[in-house]
């Protein structure tokens, strides 16, 4: 299986929307793309200017964090 390694990115402080379905365009965020399905996006405060890793496998514990599941077979 191939590993599906983290988005990780610069975050500006605010309050971002993190994709939970698979689906948006413009992973690692929501585009709306959910629409009509059973998932919503992750709301998450940024407080401060950090660098984050972004769940892509969707196994992680932390979601919408990446924990390192997607190490693990
Ligand atoms: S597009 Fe995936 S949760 Fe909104």
Redesign the pocket.
């Known amino acids: 299986m191939e590993e599906k390694k983290p988005y990780v990115t610069t975050e500006t402080p605010g309050t971002k929307y993190y994709?939970?379905?698979?689906?948006?365009e413009n992973l690692p965020y929501?585009?709306?793309?959910?629409k009509g399905s059973e998932?919503?996006?992750v709301t998450v405060e940024i407080d401060e200017e950090k660098t984050v890793a972004i769940c892509a496998c969707g196994r992680s514990q932390k979601f919408p964090f990446c924990d390192g599941s997607h190490k693990a077979e």
């Open positions: 994709c939970a379905c698979g689906r948006s929501c585009d709306g793309a959910h998932f919503h996006p």
